[in-house]
């Protein structure tokens, strides 16, 4: 924040364009706070209000499309590569689409505000197959709403902003080691988080034909199959692969203590 209200006023558009793209495309920029600066700069009449919304807004509608056709065609692949991304990969996916299936359509407008939700709410609706016309609408209300909401806070905060930056350069070098430190220990905790997650990267799998033969077999009352598919890909009124048995995704410690331990168990999700 220190050197961003100085390149907003230098290169404010393009800088706002670059960081809201950035960010929509899923890389962990301070989008929020390029707004923020960019509506003290409006404030201050170094930048056109109507042409930072349409630079932010541009932004955010290309990468959002660009996540929505790429979930509509990569699927899971798309969404796991983010998740792996996230504060909390193990849940990311289940967390997105569980708010899809409470709030509706209307998660879309409002998906900016919530992290881990905000980059996964495209591709998520591309792998749902909603209308591209459909989500462009929504996405359009929701870029708004959250662009329109972070310039007028820059544009009302503005006085706060020169004080809080006059107060940094006082500290001067004891801030700039205290913001390193932070983000050193950010760095590690993430390297850390995704170590521990690495694991998750290989999963057993086994073919259809593997399966269906085993079924087929005298060892088939050995076998149960499971459908973990989550609310947003589970239609209860669609037919189930015959003799498997339905588990909620997001109470998996609690459903895994009814299932069978006695026999193999075969999971399946969309």
């Not at 932010?56 to 056709?69: E, K, Q, V, Y």
Request: proline share 4%; net charge positive; hydrophobic share 45%.
């Amino acid at each position: 924040m220190n050197d961003l209200l100085p390149m907003m006023a230098r290169h404010g558009y393009a800088l706002t364009f670059a960081l809201l793209l950035a960010e929509a495309m899923g890389f962990p920029f301070p989008a929020a706070i390029a707004l923020v600066a960019a509506g003290a700069a409006v404030a201050s009449h170094t930048l056109w209000g109507p042409g930072v919304l349409f630079a932010a807004l541009l932004a955010l509608l290309i990468g959002d499309t660009s996540l929505f056709w790429l979930g509509r065609y990569s699927g899971w692949a798309l969404l796991g590569f983010l998740c792996r991304l996230s504060m909390n990969p193990e849940t990311c996916i289940l967390r997105s689409a569980e708010s899809f299936y409470k709030r509706g359509q209307v998660t879309l407008v409002i998906a900016k505000f919530i992290p881990g939700i905000n980059t996964m709410a495209a591709p998520l609706a591309g792998s749902m197959k909603m209308r591209y016309s459909q989500f462009l609408r929504l996405d359009f209300a929701g870029g708004s709403l959250y662009c329109v909401t972070y310039l007028l806070l820059g544009y009302v905060s503005r006085d706060f902003l020169t004080a809080a930056l006059n107060s940094f350069h006082a500290a001067g070098r004891a801030m700039e080691i205290l913001i390193g430190t932070a983000l050193l220990v950010y760095a590690i905790y993430r390297g850390a988080r995704f170590h521990k997650y690495r694991k998750y990267d290989i999963v057993p799998r086994v073919q259809v034909q593997e399966l269906a033969m085993r079924l087929g077999s005298e060892d088939a009352g050995q076998v149960q199959i499971v459908d973990v598919r989550s609310h947003g890909y589970y239609d209860a009124g669609t037919e189930r692969i015959q003799g498997s048995i339905r588990i909620e995704p997001n109470n998996l410690e609690e459903e895994i203590k009814n299932l069978p331990k006695d026999k193999d168990l075969y999971l399946y999700c969309t």
